[in-house]
C-alpha cells in the first residue's frame, strides 16, 4: 500500500508549454531561415534536452537560463532576429500559470495520500503556479532544488529525503517515459505512466489514461 504520491507537474497536473512554444517558435521561424515550425521546435527542443543532460551539480543551470541558451542557439542556427530572453519569459508566463487539466479536482478531492510535486521546472515558477491553483502540496522538490534535471536520480533522491518514506511505499505518476517513468524506476520507485494521448507504453510499464484511474489503483 502506498504511503505517498510523488507528482510530475507540467504535462501531468497542468499542460505542458507545447503550444506556447510553437507560438515563440513562429517568431524564429517568422525573422529566420527555418524551412518550416516544426524543423525550429525540433532543433530547440533538442539543444534544450541537450542542455538539462549536462546540467547537474556544479555545472547545473535553472530552466529558464537553458531556455534562453537554447533560443540563442536556434536563433543564430536559423539566423533570426528575434529575441531570446523575450521567447523565453513567454514560456515563463506560461510556467507560472498554466492550464490545470480537467481530471485534476476529481482526484484531488478523493486522494487521501500525502502529494509531493516533483518537477524539472525551476522553484519560483512552480511556487507561483501552485499559489495560482490554490494548492499546497505537503512538499515540493525541484530541479532546481536537486541540481539535476529528471531522469537523473538525485531529484528522486531528494523526493524521498523531503517526503520521509521509502522507495518502496512511493509511486510516481507523470507523463514522459524518459524522464518520469525511467527516473522514477532507476531508484526503486514505481512508475505510473500517464498517458492521457495513448501513446503506445513501452513493456513492463503500467500506464493510466486518467488521474481518476490512480484512485482505483491503489484502492483509496
Known amino acids: 500500500m502506498a504511503k ?34 516544426m524543423e525550429a521546435a525540433r532543433f530547440w527542443w533538442r539543444n534544450l534536452a541537450e542542455l538539462r543532460a549536462a546540467s547537474f551539480g556544479e555545472t547545473f543551470l535553472p530552466q529558464y537560463e537553458l531556455a534562453v541558451q537554447a533560443f540563442e542557439t536556434t536563433i543564430q542556427h536559423y539566423s533570426s532576429t ?38 524539472n521546472c525551476d522553484t519560483i515558477f512552480v511556487e507561483t ?6 494548492l499546497q502540496p505537503n512538499g515540493l522538490i525541484t530541479s532546481e532544488m536537486a541540481k539535476a ?14 517526503s520521509g518514506v521509502s522507495a518502496d511505499d512511493v509511486i510516481h505518476i ?5 524522464g518520469d ?23 513492463g510499464v503500467t500506464s493510466i489514461n486518467s488521474l481518476s484511474d490512480i484512485n482505483k489503483i491503489l484502492h483509496i
Open 4 to 37: 505517498a504520491i510523488f507528482l510530475d507537474f507540467y504535462g501531468t497536473l497542468v499542460y505542458e508549454n507545447s503550444e506556447i512554444t510553437m507560438e515563440v517558435i513562429e517568431q524564429v521561424y517568422n525573422t529566420g531561415k527555418a524551412k518550416d515550425k
Open 82 to 119: 528575434a529575441d531570446a530572453k523575450k521567447l523565453a519569459g513567454r514560456l515563463a508566463e506560461h510556467w507560472s500559470n498554466p492550464p490545470v487539466y480537467k481530471d485534476v479536482e476529481a482526484f484531488l478531492s478523493a486522494n487521501r495520500l500525502p502529494i509531493y510535486i516533483v518537477t
Open 129 to 134: 503556479a501552485l499559489f495560482n491553483m490554490g
Open 149 to 162: 534535471y529528471k531522469p537523473r536520480k538525485e531529484i528522486f533522491e531528494l523526493a524521498l529525503e523531503v
Open 174 to 178: 507523470g507523463d514522459s517515459v524518459s
Open 181 to 203: 517513468v525511467t527516473g522514477a524506476a532507476n531508484v526503486g520507485i514505481q512508475p505510473l505512466f500517464l498517458n492521457r494521448e495513448n501513446k503506445e507504453t513501452p513493456p
